[in-house]
Structures are given as structure tokens and as C-alpha cells.
């Protein structure tokens, strides 16, 4: 059995042409493979493939070309086994608003197949965890935007899926809210679930064991944030922080880029 709980081999996604604009190319030829029980994150600026690539992973998204695997399963070939083992927890929120918290997660509890007593434990479970208790009448739409990315992520994780994917989790979250959040998803990579984040926050993504810097559709540096900092190093800045490596490794792979044309 493979080590890997994400391999991906030349993932690529075109969008076809329409009649007032022309073919786009979101991602192309991405190779990686993310270890079981790691934490991966994907940073990128907007538009970059990364939302794309997460779509593709959860099998929500065909590719154009390459292969993708979770948990050793070909989201191409396999795509519905692939999913019992994947937690997907998009940007933007989308759960049923007119539905209370507790309702909501009667519902995605059912979804994946937990019920009777397993379903309640479940439930119980996530409304101990979050810290649900006072909310569980409230609708979803009515939630403080912290407790709906709490229902949210609780949504995707009841099933114990062995990989969540997180698309921009915490955007417009408070500070307090987010270390929080991030409390719960570190006690689940130490529980060797592997987790893969997309994210704007640096601090946030010095959480993350590698990262893959996303950019113009193509993965152009993978390595741990301290790597990523080594590689940014200059004379000017000896210690750069993950948002001046960012920066920095964006403008070498332009400068390169515009040397080789």
C-alpha cells in the first residue's frame, strides 16, 4: 500500500473556448505526492489553479489530462470510493441556511451514511467538539461567521474522512476565531488525518508541513515554509519571512520566464 494519501501525476485543466472569450488554461502539468497525516498547503494569488485543483481532487471537477489518486483510489475510475474517504470544506459557505445547526448535521450525518445510534454519536460528538450547544435552534444562515465555519467544517470531517481539503477556511474570519479553527484541524493531522489548505494568511500557512507555491497554472516551488525561506534568502534580507519568499520566488520565475522568451 502506497505512503501517499494525494499523488497526482501531469494534472492538467483547460477550459474550453466560448464565444466571447477564449480557451483558459487553469492548471498544467502538476506532479505531487503528499505523505499520510501530513498538512499541505497550496498559496497562490488569485486565479493561480489552486481552487481548481482542489475541485479535481474531490472529484468535482474533471481534468484535461493527467491522473489524480486519494487514498490509492483514480478519481477518474473510482471517483465515488474516492469521495467516502475525502472531506471537502469549500470557500464559500454552503450549507443549508434556512435549516438549524442541529438540522444540518442530522442532514450531512445521513448524507454519509451514519445512522441510529452511530448518527447520534456521532452528532453529539461534533456538538461537543465545536461547542454547538447554545446554537443548535439557529439557522445556519443566521449563524456569527465563525460558528458557520465551525458547522461547515464539522459537516465535512463526521464521516472521519482520512483527507479534508480546506478551501480558504478562515477568509473573514476574526483573529481569535482562526487560531481556534486551526486548534481543531492540528488535533486531526495528530490523528493522522492528512489535510491540504489553500490560504492567504501566511502565519496560517507556517502550519503546514510543505507548501506548494501556485502560480500562472503551474506548481513552480514545492518545499517546507523553512525551505522556502532559504530560497528567497539575499544580501538585502538575510531572514525573510513566507510572505517576502512568496513574493520573492513569484518575480524570479518571472524573471526567468521573460529571460527564456
Known amino acids: 500500500m502506497s505512503d501517499f494519501a494525494i499523488e497526482i501525476k501531469g494534472l492538467s485543466k483547460i477550459y474550453a473556448a466560448k464565444k466571447k472569450s477564449p480557451a483558459k488554461e487553469a492548471l498544467r502539468g502538476v506532479d505531487l505526492q503528499i505523505k499520510k497525516g501530513s498538512f499541505f498547503g497550496l498559496l497562490g494569488p488569485n486565479g493561480a489553479g489552486k481552487s481548481t485543483t482542489f475541485k479535481m481532487l474531490c472529484g468535482l471537477l474533471k481534468p484535461t489530462s493527467g491522473e489524480a489518486f486519494v487514498i490509492g483510489y483514480d478519481l477518474q475510475k473510482a471517483p465515488s470510493q474516492a469521495r467516502s474517504h475525502i472531506g471537502y470544506m469549500a470557500q464559500k459557505f454552503s450549507l443549508y441556511g434556512d435549516l438549524s445547526l442541529d438540522q444540518n448535521l442530522e442532514f ?71 487560531r481556534e479553527f486551526w486548534g481543531h484541524i492540528n488535533g486531526m493531522v495528530e490523528k493522522g488525518v492528512t489535510v491540504m489548505v489553500t490560504t492567504h494568511f501566511m502565519d496560517e500557512a507556517e502550519y503546514c508541513d510543505r507548501i506548494g507555491l501556485v502560480y500562472q497554472s503551474k506548481m513552480i516551488e514545492i518545499g517546507t515554509p523553512d525551505q522556502l525561506k532559504e530560497l528567497a534568502k539575499s544580501a538585502d534580507n538575510p531572514t525573510p519571512t513566507l510572505e517576502d519568499a512568496f513574493i520573492k520566488l513569484i518575480e524570479q520565475y518571472d524573471a526567468r520566464k521573460h529571460a527564456s522568451q
Open 108 to 178: 450531512f450525518s445521513g448524507v454519509y451514511n451514519l445512522y441510529g445510534a452511530k448518527q447520534k454519536k456521532m452528532v453529539d460528538e461534533m456538538i461537543d467538539v465545536f461547542s454547538f450547544k447554545e446554537f443548535l435552534d439557529v439557522n445556519a444562515s443566521n449563524l456569527p461567521l465563525g460558528y458557520k465555519q465551525r458547522l461547515a467544517l464539522s459537516c465535512a470531517v463526521m464521516h472521519n474522512p482520512e483527507v479534508i481539503f480546506l478551501d480558504e477556511p478562515t477568509s473573514g474570519v476574526d483573529p481569535i476565531t482562526r
